[in-house]
Nanobody, 125 residues
Framework: QVRLMESGGGSARTGESLTLSCVPS????????LAWFRQAPGKEREWVAI???????DYTPTVEGRFAISKDIAKNTLYLQMNSLKPEDTAMYYC???????????????????WGQGTQVTVST
């Protein structure tokens, strides 16, 4: 059974930084899609960042240049470095995964079968 354990959420002020971490377990494949999604109150879940099996990354336009997704294979940990935070970044952030992919990754939430419990990020002015 795949489990995704997130940590690192919390409160920040505009312009500050936070780093989210996610440790996946139970998935056994060398080709995986790992991503971060978020959901703000009253809004639909949206993709934030994706890291492809080959290590390339994609970002939703609203976070491009401010957020960075990365993975440490030795530590089996996925990260989301969030810089220059804005109040509109306030949301529940989810680590998601799909293991054993044969092509590229999707940015649609239904494509990912494995979700973490979420970690709250709150940005104030």
């Amino acid at each position: 059974q795949v489990r995704l354990m997130e940590s690192g959420g919390g409160s920040a002020r505009t312009g500050e930084s936070l780093t989210l971490s996610c440790v996946p377990s139970g998935g056994a494949s060398s080709r995986n899609c790992l991503a971060w999604f978020r959901q703000a109150p009253g809004k639909e879940r949206e993709w934030v960042a994706i890291i492809e099996p080959d290590g390339t990354s994609d970002y939703t336009p609203t976070v491009e240049g401010r957020f960075a997704i990365s993975k440490d294979i030795a530590k089996n940990t996925l990260y989301l470095q969030m810089n220059s935070l804005k109040p509109e970044d306030t949301a529940m952030y989810y680590c998601v995964a799909r293991f054993g992919v044969t092509g590229g990754c999707s940015n649609h939430p239904l494509w990912y079968p494995s979700w973490g419990q979420g970690t709250q990020v709150t940005v104030s002015t």
